[in-house]
């Protein structure tokens, strides 16, 4: 889809059928470093005397990161390769993980810190969701879409829970967890030199500046037969991924912290485990609802909305009771939404893009779902004119809105395509000589 390529990528090297696997060893290390600040956020204000308002800034930077690292790095490994970039990205998250063992008591290594961790892990699910997928050649797209996802969501859910343990019992917590995650990653970017390139680099036509962007714009749009179901399905689904992983081990530790006592931070950590965790396991689901003509009708996003809107729910009741174990069980919910949706939404985007602008669509469907994740730092923004109990019934207000715009849209989009369908039908099928006019033409 790129407007300035001469020619066709020539065909890629042949693969080993378990090629995949460390590209999605990259993925998980790059989960990991993203998601071990999460429950760390008490941490930081108890040990290092921050506010709540500078550790969800903490979480904003990440984010900041995250949209050049995902719509930047899809579309120049769609021109340049996936190896050089996704090999950049997993050394940008060990680096950001040493800046990390220096924040301490100063917030700007933790803003350059957590700014790098979301450039790796934007690069990480970018381009190593494309990657797998085009490294999986033995599986259909709903298995290449939950391995990427799967492993992504076990880093996520790994990093938080090691780092929280070490922070909790074990020496130097503003250091340890880091070490981890650098000790962790050091041997993945040399066997990524191995993997085999599945986007051989092309020459730019016009130049590398102005081939890049022309190649970027081309890349970022969206298909357009598959326009009004992006706006429609795509669009209001995807910032509830991250958004309710955020509702869950970001703000519901926050609001129920001190029910905890001086297990605030391993609670903390068993939120995020079990928010991920849950979202690992439900991931099957979507693909079974995924099958035949439930792809067509939605049912996977509207399912995951559905979810969402009943843990919006609960997060509003629990902001009046504060009950540690309803915060337990409204991240179970939560982790099965994000699940659900985190897959759906990515077999949703592999549906709608030609093989050179997988990456880029990529980046684009995950970096709306990454602006949830800064739905905690406007809460906390907020805060200082509206109560928790009223922010969060707002928020369950916007999942009921989003959960009809989905229902709604996935409906019409799956009409308009059955009606195309039936039209092509019977359509006549042309004479002989049209199809050899046609050729010549």
């Not at 939605?298 to 809107?309: E, F, I, S």
């Not at 009771?321 to 919910?333: H, N, R």
Request: aromatic share 8%; with cysteine.
């Amino acid at each position: 889809m790129l407007g300035t390529r001469k020619a066709a990528h020539p065909p890629a090297a042949a693969s080993r059928p378990d090629a995949w696997r460390i590209v999605a060893a990259a993925m998980f290390a790059c989960g990991w470093g993203g998601n071990q600040f999460t429950p760390l956020l008490l941490m930081y204000r108890r040990l290092g005397g921050y506010s709540t308002l500078s550790v969800d800034a903490f979480l904003g930077a990440y984010v900041v990161g995250l949209v050049p690292g995902l719509l930047l790095a899809g579309p120049v490994s769609d021109r340049r390769g996936r190896r050089p970039v996704l090999v950049a990205g997993t050394v940008a998250s060990a680096v950001a993980s040493l800046v990390l063992c220096f924040g301490g008591q100063s917030p700007w290594p933790l803003y350059a810190g957590r700014l790098t961790t979301g450039i790796a892990v934007g690069i990480a699910m970018a381009v190593g969701s494309s990657w797998v997928k085009e490294l999986s050649s033995d599986a259909g797209g709903g298995l290449a879409a939950r391995r990427a996802s799967l492993c992504q969501t076990a880093g996520f859910g790994l990093g938080a829970g090691v780092a929280g343990a070490l922070a909790q019992w074990g020496p130097w917590p503003m250091v340890t967890p880091y070490a981890v995650h650098v000790l962790l990653t050091l041997a993945i970017p040399v066997l990524l030199l191995r993997v085999p390139e599945t986007r051989p680099p092309l020459p730019y036509e016009g130049g590398p500046v102005r081939g890049l962007l022309t190649g970027l714009v081309a890349d970022l749009r969206v298909p357009m037969p598959a326009r009004r179901r992006f706006r429609l399905v795509v669009l209001p689904m995807a910032p509830w991924v991250f958004g309710a992983a955020g509702l869950a081990y970001a703000v519901m530790p926050q609001l129920v912290g001190s029910r905890a006592g001086h297990w605030g931070l391993a609670y903390a950590t068993g939120l995020t485990v079990l928010t991920l965790g849950m979202g690992a396991a439900v991931q099957p689901v979507a693909k079974r609802l995924e099958r035949g003509a439930g792809a067509r009708a939605g049912r996977a996003p509207v399912a995951a909305m559905a979810v969402m809107l009943l843990g919006a729910a609960l997060c509003a009741a629990n902001a009046v009771l504060l009950s540690p174990w309803l915060a337990a069980a409204t991240a179970v919910i939560l982790g099965a939404g994000y699940g659900i949706a985190v897959v759906s939404g990515l077999l949703e985007i592999q549906r709608m893009a030609g093989p050179d602008d997988l990456a880029g669509l990529t980046g684009v469907y995950y970096t709306l779902a990454y602006a949830g994740f800064l739905l905690p730092t406007v809460l906390a923004t907020l805060s200082a004119w509206l109560s928790y109990p009223v922010m969060l019934t707002a928020v369950a207000a916007a999942a009921l809105l989003c959960l009809a715009l989905v229902a709604t849209g996935a409906r019409v989009t799956a009409a308009m395509t059955a009606t195309e369908e039936e039209r092509s039908q019977r359509r006549p099928a042309p004479a002989p000589w049209e199809h050899r006019r046609a050729g010549r033409g």
